[in-house]
């Protein structure tokens, strides 16, 4: 699982999606919820996507998300790694009943 987080954070580098990934690295470290839910995103490869990262970095203020971009790079935090993981994921869930904001791990298409 860390090959595959080293792996991930190479890909990410090359593409520019991140300013630095070295905080999401250290984060993460050995710490198996996180490197199940970078599994999760190579799995997933919502990143692979230039319109999906696009969107993400467009939507950014209007949804309060507070990521820092700098020159159409995502700024990593401290702060913000948690945030980003879950971007990434798509791990997000609008209500239409109360237009309340979730974040989720296990989503399910209707």
Excluded at 63 to 82: F, P
Excluded at 85 to 97: G, I, K, R
Aim: charge should be neutral; glycine fraction near 4%; aromatic fraction near 8%.
């Amino acid at each position: 699982m860390e090959a595959n987080r080293d792996r991930l954070m190479e890909h990410f580098q090359a593409e520019c999606l991140f300013a630095d990934v070295e905080l999401i690295r250290q984060k993460c470290g050995s710490n198996l919820r996180y490197l199940r839910k970078l599994a999760t995103i190579q799995k997933n490869g919502y990143f692979r996507d230039p319109e999906y990262m696009a969107r993400l970095v467009a939507l950014n203020d209007s949804q309060g998300w507070g990521l820092n971009i700098r020159d159409g790079k995502i700024v990593v935090t401290d702060d913000t790694v948690d945030k980003i993981l879950s971007l990434l994921n798509n791990d997000l869930l609008n209500s239409p009943v109360n237009d309340e904001r979730f974040e989720v791990s296990v989503k399910r298409r209707l």
